[in-house]
């Protein structure tokens, strides 16, 4: 066996990247490197600084259990907050000495006769390491077009989400805002007030769900302080989140026969369309407005949105609601299949990402592994599986940190540090026996994701069935529902600690060397 440049390289300075560093050195492993495409950690807070930025749940559940932040100024905590807060603990933590900065890998390859992953990086040398950790997050890529006609046409201010220019000067501007996911409802509730006319273009309305935003009071921090509440906060979300949706969920109502899920989902979808409805009521003057607003798919069949501005800015006599389909954009702005062109003096093309749920995000020829496997090959005709999120048999001594079938809970840091916590622990297991190579088997392989479609009947049921035709985070273009882990929070977290290792086969070298040695 060779000896690598590292022992472990962990690419990608997210979330996900300091919470596999913490690990590691949780097990006594310091000789690893953090490969990051951007300049500094952060992740997409790093990337995403655009107007009306925010979390989009309580802060006091986004932050990493290793590094309790009891002084945050809000709720819901403003995007720059939360990168400060991740530039903080790397520094605390003593990472940046780890850290390689602008350096994007551009493809991994295992060498079975080395045993070990050699990393090409952009415009830098290749870099070796025995373990390999992929914290490439759930947003892997802005969408690399507008596909809209006439997008090289335009002479205004073209801007994205995760490419804002700071100095770009909104006043006064005619706006546009192509898009009502997450960034585009808050860019729109920002900027409303300031712009001269702002027009929101929705091809599909959300779901735009209060969001209880105050500021955390000093009283408040002091009582966060006080040594065992943060943690016990978090505790009370596992468990809430658990019993109220995910064990009904993954445990109940995937033992009920279809026809009788089919039948009830969209029963509840109706409820809460009806509660919806009432709350536009009482949000939104224009009845055509209101009208236009309400989603025709259930609540849950594609990510909510979380804002109380939105809608108060679709009030504001300068901002109006476009629901005509777009023809094109021209030189000097939009317009739309009704013949109508209006002026724009700054395009918002808040489209979307390309996501770790789709098979296209793998580009072919970038993650090789043993014999000549192709991840993004298998991912296009097999579909995509995992073994617990994060591993895969022809993979060897490779874990992802976001991977098909993987998310679970509502905490975007709880879920990260639990899939970091797995890897660490393998790693460590194969450090401590002295083998150079571990890969989980092709029997736990499967056995896993047919528990995975098992479990995770109702929620396939629920974007498939009862939501026929909607693309969304949730549903790819194979059909598959592969963004969430069908578990509670607990059996994930007990299996990051406690999780069979004899689903793993540890050796002296890798399996395919053994066997063409064999032979």
């Not at 060779?2 to 492993?29: F, K, N, Q, T």
């Not at 033992?255 to 509840?268: C, E, G, N, S």
Request: charged fraction near 25%.
């Amino acid at each position: 066996m060779s000896r690598p440049d590292h022992e472990v390289a962990i690419i990608g300075a997210g979330p996900g990247g300091i919470a596999a560093a913490h690990h590691l050195r949780r097990h006594g492993i310091t000789d690893f490197v953090i490969i990051e495409r951007g300049g500094d950690f952060g992740g997409t807070w790093r990337d995403n600084h655009y107007p009306g930025l925010a979390v989009d749940i309580p802060s006091l559940w986004y932050q990493l259990s290793f590094a309790p932040n009891p002084d945050w100024s809000r709720m819901f905590a403003p995007g720059p907050e939360i990168y400060r807060y991740l530039q903080d603990t790397a520094r605390e933590m003593g990472l940046y000495r780890h850290l390689i900065a602008d350096a994007e890998v551009t493809r991994q390859r295992w060498d079975d006769d080395a045993g070990l992953w050699q990393l090409s990086i952009r415009d830098k040398a290749d870099l070796t390491a025995r373990f390999l950790i992929s914290s490439v997050g759930g947003y892997v890529n802005a969408k690399p077009s507008l596909d809209i006609d006439g997008v090289e046409d335009f002479t205004g201010t073209l801007l994205r989400p995760d490419a804002w220019d700071d100095t770009f000067d909104t006043a006064g501007k005619r706006i546009a805002v192509i898009g009502t996911g997450s960034s585009g409802v808050q860019i729109a509730a920002a900027l409303s007030a300031e712009a001269d006319r702002l027009d929101v273009y929705q091809r599909t309305p959300a779901w735009v769900l209060p969001k209880i935003d105050f500021a955390l009071s000093p009283t408040i921090r002091r009582m966060l302080r006080t040594p065992g509440v943060l943690p016990a906060v978090n505790i009370a979300g596992r468990v809430m989140m658990d019993v109220a949706m995910l064990a009904p969920i993954v445990h109940v109502f995937s033992r009920m026969p279809d026809r009788v899920l089919t039948r009830l989902i969209p029963l509840y979808d109706g409820y809460c369309r009806a509660l919806y409805r009432l709350l536009l009521r009482f949000s939104v003057r224009d009845p055509a407005t209101r009208a236009a607003l309400v989603p025709h798919y259930g609540i849950v069949a594609k990510r909510p949105v979380i804002s109380s501005a939105f809608f108060r800015a679709l009030n504001n006599p300068n901002t109006r609601l476009i629901t005509t389909p777009i023809e094109r954009v021209t030189a000097d702005g939009i317009r739309t299949v009704d013949g109508v062109e209006r002026p724009v003096d700054l395009l918002v093309a808040a489209t979307g990402y390309e996501l770790w749920t789709d098979p296209e995000t793998y580009r072919r020829s970038t993650i090789m592994g043993t014999d000549g496997f192709d991840l993004a090959e298998f991912y296009r005709n097999q579909g995509m599986q995992s073994y617990a999120g994060t591993a895969h048999p022809r993979l060897p001594n490779r874990w992802e940190i976001v991977g098909p079938t993987g998310f679970v809970g509502f905490a975007w840091c709880d879920f990260v540090e639990t899939m970091a916590q797995h890897a660490a622990r393998v790693i460590a297991h194969a450090r401590g026996r002295s083998d150079q190579v571990a890969a989980v088997t092709d029997e736990a392989f499967a056995r896993w994701n047919e528990t995975m479609a098992r479990r995770g009947k109702t929620a396939h049921l629920y974007f498939t069935e009862c939501n026929p035709g909607l693309r969304t985070y949730f549903v790819n273009s194979r059909r598959e529902t592969v963004y969430h882990r069908p578990q509670t929070i607990t059996a994930a977290r007990w299996f990051a600690r406690r999780g069979p290792l004899q689903d793993y086969r540890f050796t002296r070298r890798s399996s395919a060397v053994a066997q063409r040695r064999a032979i």
